[in-house]
């Protein structure tokens, strides 16, 4: 069956490969019609060379590629109601005592994951990899031996659905590892059948393009049917894990990494793969760029939602680099309404943005905003009051610090093991990756054993934010009108969340200083008036009428009528 379903997209595939092994990008005349001229990234990322597809070598196809449409795929409903939970399965929970994180130890604490109000989980890659990050593959259609089985992948899998939640891998085509068998048989050696896989840079094959200069990740040639083939039929395998043609007990989807290099043709191919499989299927897009103009040209037919990468340059600055942002305090939160404006008229309705702060690749919030409790606070505030799904990454929710550190681990900073204990020591405690100047210490305060029973801690407030947006439907709704407030300063900054007597007014201070917040006219009546982040009583307000109330630093508010 999975066959059938490739046929067309090969084809497309087939059709695709320009003429000319010297070939290192797409000039604008031969990209296909109908798709946005590249932007400055995809511009500068250089292109596979490709081999020709007979044995006269200069055959240019004579019909074009079929041009793309905008969303011909339906995103899944499921996912516009959906709230994110990222997790490196090695820092995560460990079952069996060896000190990594594994599948079942994500088994066993699904209610922690579920009452923190999450309804999707994301795993970064599970696949055998020679490295901790396990972004260069060796094997896309198994388990990394350390995170488990297949079985143990079914199980967890079964458990999700059976909570109504869904699960999505990390997926990544754009370069595998070199200690893969296909490049491993491929380098020095033209003759290989391989070698029309792989980007390289001289005859002997000895030289390679690799993921960010790096030559432990070659990158693939998508141009070759091959590889599309190959991974397509690997994203297909995850979506029906017994092979039954039933893929409700497979994954839900993907979060597909560096969507910024491999060729939009092959994004097409891979998104009609998928929905021709499985329409419910999820195509979640990492698109590292910070023009809202940029990133909508990723829309077309590739994916069916994409990060808000623009939106988290705004709150966060660079990645590594901290109290750079609005979260910090730096710059105006005006930036806000000219983003948003920016990414209404980039985006299509059909695409979804999904909202966030931090991710395995920056410097956690915690460093970011100095172990500012408020700001905290404000983030998750702000993230969950927005349209769009946000997404939580493992940790955030209890403080946990991190940034990138120097050789030889790098990253690992940002991905410490999760805290569940303030002696960081105990059952499901991960271990692996624990050096004297570890951002997160025992007895810091920082852990789920100390935060869980304290009504005033960061955790209980990321579950009382997550929870509300997942029963209130303003919070979930599409609509959002940018309100215009009377300040005394620069810092403040609302929306108003729905429509009629179930909107929500969202109200955000992101300065260093208090203000008093006037609503010139207030949207709608409220007798009385709740916040619903602290259950706070207020003053009722009524519609068209002034309403002023004061926001201390990193302030937040979600008022609606009613107690």
């Given at each position: ?28 005349g ?63 929970a ?35 990899s ?32 059976a ?67 190959y ?11 017994d ?76 990645q ?68 769009g ?71 209980n ?48 201070n ?33 519609a068209?009428?002034?309403?002023t ?14 107690p």
């Amino acid at each position: 069956m999975r066959k059938l379903f490739l046929l067309g997209f090969l084809l497309a595939a087939l059709l695709l490969t320009a003429c000319g092994a010297g070939t290192d990008s797409l000039s604008e005349g031969t990209r296909t019609p109908g798709v946005p001229a590249p932007t400055q990234r995809e511009a500068a990322a250089p292109r596979p060379p490709q081999k020709t597809p007979t044995p006269a070598g200069s055959a240019t196809p004579t019909n074009p590629p079929p041009t793309p449409t905008l969303f011909p795929y339906a995103a899944p409903a499921w996912f516009r109601d959906a709230s994110l939970y990222l997790i490196f399965v090695r820092s995560f929970a460990d079952s069996d005592g060896d000190g990594v994180g594994d599948l079942n130890g994500i088994r066993e604490h699904l209610d922690y994951v579920q009452e923190l109000g999450v309804n999707t989980l994301w795993l970064m890659p599970i696949y055998p990899s020679p490295s901790q990050h396990g972004y260069d593959v060796t094997d896309y259609t198994a388990v990394n031996p350390q995170y488990g089985t297949l079985e143990d992948l079914q199980a967890l899998v079964e458990a999700v659905h059976a909570r109504g939640m869904r699960l999505i891998l990390d997926f990544v085509p754009s370069h595998l590892s070199r200690d893969h068998p296909f490049f491993q048989d491929a380098y020095a050696n033209p003759d290989s059948p391989y070698s029309d896989w792989f980007v390289w840079t001289n005859k002997a094959h000895t030289r390679y393009a690799g993921f960010a200069g790096s030559e432990a990740m070659p990158r693939f040639n998508h141009y070759n049917p091959e590889v599309v083939r190959y991974l397509s039929d690997a994203a297909l395998f995850w979506l029906d894990l017994d092979g039954d043609g039933d893929y409700t007990d497979g994954v839900d989807g993907f979060r597909v990494d560096n969507a910024t290099f491999p060729p939009p043709e092959f994004f097409y191919a891979l998104r009609h793969a998928v929905k021709e499989t499985n329409p419910e299927a999820l195509l979640l897009g990492e698109a590292w760029v910070t023009s809202p103009s940029d990133l909508g040209h990723f829309f077309v037919d590739e994916f069916d939602a994409l990060f808000d990468f623009p939106l988290y340059a705004l709150l966060e600055g660079d990645q590594n680099f901290n109290a750079d942002g609005l979260l910090a305090g730096k710059g105006s939160p005006a930036l806000l309404n000219v983003l948003f404006q920016e990414e209404a008229k980039s985006y299509p309705p059909e695409g979804i943005a999904v909202r966030f702060v931090s991710n395995h690749d920056t410097n956690r919030v915690a460093t970011e905003v100095g172990g500012d409790p408020a700001r905290e606070r404000l983030a998750i505030a702000f993230l969950a009051a927005l349209p769009g799904p946000p997404m939580v990454y493992y940790g955030e929710e209890i403080g946990m610090y991190g940034q990138k550190g120097g050789p030889p681990h790098w990253d690992n900073y940002r991905r410490e093991p999760m805290d569940w204990y303030a002696s960081e020591d105990g059952p499901d405690q991960t271990t692996w990756f624990r050096p004297p100047d570890s951002w997160n210490q025992p007895e810091d305060g920082i852990s789920v054993e100390e935060e869980a029973p304290d009504p005033a801690s960061l955790l209980n407030f990321y579950r009382r934010a997550l929870n509300l947006r997942r029963e209130v439907p303003a919070l979930r709704s599409d609509t959002m009108q940018i309100l215009a407030l009377d300040v005394g300063g620069p810092g403040p900054w609302g929306m108003l969340r729905g429509e009629g007597s179930g909107a929500v007014v969202a109200l955000f201070n992101f300065g260093t200083e208090a203000q008093d917040v006037t609503l010139p006219e207030f949207p709608f009546d409220a007798a009385p008036l709740t916040d619903l982040l602290s259950g706070e009583s207020l003053p009722a307000a009524q519609a068209g009428q002034p309403y002023t109330l004061p926001l201390p630093p990193g302030g937040a508010v979600w008022l609606k009528a009613g107690p």
